[in-house]
């Protein structure tokens, strides 16, 4: 009888933390979505940069042949120079 209590109460703290651990996870999911909803302006910056970055790079990588063969063929003159 009394082996039947002890297992009962350590079944309900048990049964109530889990209940507690489900409740904290609901919590903390609702302030993710709400954070995400809220974020939606920030995103939209981003994409904006992360578009022009990406311009910028393809100018850069179109340039930068260009800039090597100048380069290289200044390098050649000084050393028929040299």
């Known amino acids: ?35 995400y909803l809220s974020s939606k302006e920030v995103r939209e910056e981003k994409n904006v940069v992360r578009k022009s970055l990406g311009k910028l790079l393809k100018e850069h990588r179109i340039q930068v042949p260009q800039i090597y063969w100048l380069f290289q063929n200044f390098m050649e003159s000084v050393q028929k120079i040299c």
């Open 1 to 35: 009888m009394y082996f039947m209590t002890i297992y009962g109460i350590l079944a309900l703290i048990v049964y109530l933390a889990v209940i507690a651990a489900f409740i904290y996870l609901f919590i903390l999911l609702v302030k993710a979505l709400k954070k």
